[in-house]
């Protein structure tokens, strides 16, 4: 099965391919500069003046290529529609340089032939960007990764106005995976799509298949069928829009757009959409490679003394259950004695256990048995921060009776999170204990930023490896 989570999905692409021309414009602008000085004067120790003509003309060109709408979405199918746009926006960069020059009086300075010649190497990067972005967006578009993949839940006469608008769309990358309805018996068809199942058979379809949008064709069922449907879907992490035709319902509204002509509201959205799952995922890469390369003569110590103290493996592996609910094998340093055949209940670790060893004590009071899940990290099966992951008869028990708790697998979990830096770690033996955690795990997932990470891990670092109920 593919790891659905490292998939870049269309709407990400929508976010990524303008930053990454933002980004390459500003290179581009920079670049250009120094070459052309090199190629004009030989020699690559600029002058201040120059650095500073430089640095405005970078600060410009982002603001003045926003200003003109060289980035928007609906451009990006269009090499020639953005570069001509760029290209009237860096014009604008170079007549404002002029005329702060010629202001300030300080013309004089630049040697003109270096002017002309940054121009058109900015040019010539700016349409070298495009034409990368255009061949690598062709690429993943032969390989079907551009495809937008929609499943349409309802199969009433809105579902059936739904899907004909939808497969009127021109620009071939919108595939109808299926169509999911509680009330019809599946492998039947409708508008030439396949009927698949339930709503219940959508949600486990999300963790085999990759599935882009989720579109609810329902406003002609009853407001308590369709927070029923909403229910069922709050926890899967993919973007769930409600054709907005009339609606009076209770139901936070992210936004709203209009695709294939249909007038949609923003029910649920995939979290660290676009540039967000790409810091996500460098944060944990670098600082992962980080911590780990200043742990390894921690955990050979920690090894070894686990071997001294008592029989066993150094390492406990367990399934739990990470993204989407699908199952991970997440690494631990062993602390109980080992035990051939477990208890399928997984028994949490109390106060005094015996089952817990004399080093692996000390391991948990100081979450130092945590460190091998930096390989799980690595792996990209968890975050250095996110929701804790518990274990798979935990997680199936509380599921059942906390609303809102499957919503904490929209994200990766981490080694370390909000709610166990805010004291919320150990035994969870109420299930008020563990409807606290769970509301923190929402909360993070809601208001997640690099520097609420960034706060979680210093956090964690001064206070969160010791703490009163780890045993």
């Known amino acids: 099965m593919a790891k659905l989570q490292n998939i870049i999905l269309p709407s990400d692409l929508q976010t990524l391919v303008p930053g990454f021309l933002r980004v390459a414009d500003v290179t581009s602008v920079a670049c250009s500069a120094v070459l052309a000085y090199w190629l004009r004067q030989g020699t690559l120790d600029m002058q201040f003046y120059y650095?500073?003509?430089v640095l405005l003309g970078a600060a410009f060109t982002l603001n003045y290529t926003h200003i003109i709408g060289a980035y928007r979405v609906d451009t990006l199918n269009s090499i020639s529609l953005q570069l001509v746009r760029t290209v009237l926006a860096w014009?604008?960069?170079?007549?404002?340089?002029l005329a702060v020059a010629y202001f300030t009086q300080t013309s004089d300075w630049f040697n003109r032939a270096w002017v002309v010649m940054w121009f058109f190497l900015s040019v010539l990067g700016f349409a070298l960007a495009r034409f990368g972005a255009a061949i690598?967006?062709?690429?993943?578009?032969?390989?079907?990764?551009l495809t937008i993949e929609i499943a349409v839940v309802g199969a009433r006469e809105l579902g059936r106005a739904t899907l004909q608008q939808l497969k009127q769309d021109r620009s071939g990358l919108v595939r109808i995976v299926g169509v999911f309805d509680d009330h019809l018996p599946p492998y039947a068809e409708i508008e030439g799509c396949p009927i698949r199942g339930s709503v219940d058979d959508l949600v486990a379809l999300t963790r085999r298949e990759r599935i882009d949008e989720i579109v609810l064709a329902m406003v002609d069922r009853s407001p308590e069928e369709i927070e029923e449907v909403l229910a069922k879907l709050r926890p899967v992490p993919i973007n769930t829009k409600l054709c907005a035709h009339s609606l009076r319902l209770n139901i936070p509204v992210r936004g709203f757009t209009s695709f294939a002509g249909l007038p949609l509201l923003h029910v649920f959205e995939r979290p660290l959409g676009g540039w967000g799952g790409f810091w996500k995922g460098l944060e944990d890469r670098v600082l992962g490679s980080l911590i780990l390369a200043i742990s390894l003569p921690v955990m050979a110590a920690v090894a070894a003394l686990i071997k001294l103290d008592s029989r066993g493996p150094v390492l406990f592996r367990q399934k739990r259950y990470g993204f989407n609910n699908n199952e991970i094998t997440v690494f631990k340093f062993r602390t109980m004695h080992h035990d051939r055949s477990p208890d399928p209940t997984v028994?949490?670790?109390?106060?005094n256990d015996p089952r817990v060893t004399r080093i692996g004590g000390l391991l948990r009071r100081t979450s130092l048995d945590e460190l091998p899940q930096l390989f799980n990290v690595l792996r990209g099966d968890m975050s250095l921060v996110g929701p804790r992951p518990h274990a798979v008869a935990h997680n199936e028990q509380y599921a059942k009776i906390i609303d809102g708790y499957l919503g904490r697998h929209r994200v990766k979990p981490g080694i370390t999170g909000w709610a166990q830096v805010n004291g919320l770690r150990g035994e969870t033996d109420t299930p008020e204990k563990m409807r606290m955690r769970v509301q923190f795990d929402l909360f993070y997932i809601d208001n997640?930023?690099?520097?609420?990470d960034l706060k979680i891990l210093l956090l964690t670092g001064f206070s969160g490896f010791v703490h009163r109920n780890a045993y």
């Open 51 to 53: 650095v500073a003509a």
């Open 91 to 97: 014009i604008g960069v170079m007549l404002t340089l």
């Open 136 to 145: 690598q967006q062709w690429r993943l578009k032969r390989e079907g990764r």
């Open 347 to 351: 028994p949490q670790a109390r106060r």
């Open 448 to 452: 997640w930023s690099l520097l609420l």
